[in-house]
């Protein structure tokens, strides 16, 4: 998946953001229940590019899995994406 040219478009493309923006684009796919090949790329490399900086993603993840049911936030002080209930 990660050579693929639409997962490096978003790599880039994410690569390049603050945090806040990438908090953006996760609430913007929290909820959605539709599934494209253009979804897992996009969640694929906005996951990574969380990865790449360090941030905890423990809270949202169940079972090995990003979870994306619930909106969230970005706490600092514990370097953590936070779910909202």
């Given at each position: 998946m990660v050579?693929?040219?639409y997962?490096?478009?978003?790599a880039l493309q994410f690569a390049d953001m603050q945090i806040g923006q990438l908090v953006?684009?996760?609430?913007?796919q929290?909820?959605?229940n539709a599934w494209t090949s253009m979804r897992a790329?996009?969640?694929r490399a906005l996951i990574d590019e969380f990865k790449n900086?360090?941030?905890?993603?423990?809270?949202i993840t169940h079972d090995g899995n990003i979870n994306f049911?619930?909106?969230v936030?970005?706490?600092l002080s514990t370097n953590k994406l936070i779910p909202l209930s």
């Open positions: 050579n693929h040219i997962y490096i478009r978003f953006s684009e996760f609430n913007r929290a909820g959605l790329y996009h969640n900086r360090g941030i905890d993603l423990s809270p049911k619930h909106k936030f970005y706490d």
